[in-house]
């Protein structure tokens, strides 16, 4: 029988090559680990620091400008203060109201210029509805139909004056004939903000609208006064 070989403990060459190249791997990979750790550390010890400084910089910068806004504060006279909000509050209050303002002057200047001889204006009624749009209606008398049609014409004209109705006629105990008007106004063109109207202006426009009216009247009284003057000969005869 062949003699069996007694067990030993003692490692072969190759297997303790291998054991102490794992070894050595493990302890690369170990130490590859311990010096990544460490790099992350300081930098998010850095990154804390950089962070911190940051907001105390903001913060002093903070205080700086909040004690340069109270010196600055302290520098003027709280009613000097008070004074200055008041004029800006009535001043834009005054742009408001100058912009959105309507100058009828400018529209009676346009009527007494279209305005014929022979025809009177005898109310004039203006309203302004959300939108902004202007409607003038009223009633007024002409010396006979072709002046009525002719002032209507005559409106037709201007650019103040948008679709002009003339309507209610009637015939007046003195042959004339009275009727109703409406028409609508070009708003962009009435606006304060877009005339050039003064003080001054404003009285000339009124006396205009007057004269114009009288001249009208007194047109209406001669004619009064021919057709009485006709119908005195016509009995005569």
Known sequence: MAEKSAPTFVPKPEAAAASKTRLASLRRVINLLFAGS??????????????????????????????????????????????????????KVATNLLTNHVAFTKLFDEIADHTLTTVQFTSFEASINEEGAVKVSGTGRALNYEALALQSDAFAESVYVVNPIFTNFGRAEDATINFGFSFTVNADLINY?????????????????????????????????????????????
Do not use: C, H
């Open 38 to 91: 460490i790099f992350i550390f300081v930098l998010a010890t850095i990154a804390l620091i950089l962070v911190f400084l940051y907001r105390e910089y903001n913060n002093s910068q903070l205080l700086a400008k909040e004690q340069s806004l109270l010196d600055s504060r302290a520098e003027f006279d709280p009613d000097t203060v008070v004074t200055l909000n008041r004029f800006d509050t009535r001043l």
């Open 193 to 237: 903000s877009s005339t050039d109207n003064n003080i001054s202006g404003t009285g000339s426009g009124e006396s205009n609208l007057e004269t114009g009216n009288l001249d009208s009247g007194d047109a209406l009284d001669n004619a009064d006064s021919e057709n009485n003057n006709s119908e005195t000969n016509n009995i005569d005869q």
